[in-house]
């Protein structure tokens, strides 16, 4: 893993350019993983998780970021937010592209 920076846009928030560093990286982003019980509302806990999931895609560790979608998926799924829904359905697909998986994305986008 190389430490140069990486531009992306973490949902609405903003896009912003992060040195990516592996201990910076795993703090990041096992932090998401820490909030699913932290008492943060579900909605707010999906935004993390699929912020997790965009910056590991964006690294190219995409087997992570699908782990990161699955679970903000699950999240959508309980909360009934079809929009929310849709955008990580159409990062999934994007995702199975960049893995050379098209039929798989087909299915997602």
Same mark, same amino acid.
């Given at each position: 893993m190389t430490?140069?920076?990486c531009m992306i846009t973490l949902n609405n928030m903003a896009e912003v350019e992060l040195p990516v560093e592996p201990l910076w990286f795993g703090a990041?982003? =096992?932090? !998401?993983?820490r909030s699913a019980g932290s008492g943060m509302s579900r909605q707010h806990q999906a935004t993390r998780m699929a912020n997790s999931g965009n910056l590991r895609?964006?690294?190219?560790?995409? =087997?992570? !970021?699908?782990?990161?979608y699955r679970k903000t998926l699950q999240i959508y799924d309980e909360l009934g937010?079809?929009?929310s829904k849709s955008e990580i359905l159409?990062?999934?697909?994007?995702?199975?592209?960049?893995?050379?998986?098209?039929s798989d994305a087909l299915i997602h986008c």
């Amino acid at each position: 893993m190389t430490t140069a920076g990486c531009m992306i846009t973490l949902n609405n928030m903003a896009e912003v350019e992060l040195p990516v560093e592996p201990l910076w990286f795993g703090a990041a982003t =096992s932090g !998401a993983e820490r909030s699913a019980g932290s008492g943060m509302s579900r909605q707010h806990q999906a935004t993390r998780m699929a912020n997790s999931g965009n910056l590991r895609q964006h690294l190219g560790e995409h =087997s992570s !970021a699908l782990d990161f979608y699955r679970k903000t998926l699950q999240i959508y799924d309980e909360l009934g937010d079809r929009r929310s829904k849709s955008e990580i359905l159409t990062e999934t697909g994007f995702c199975y592209l960049r893995m050379n998986r098209g039929s798989d994305a087909l299915i997602h986008c």
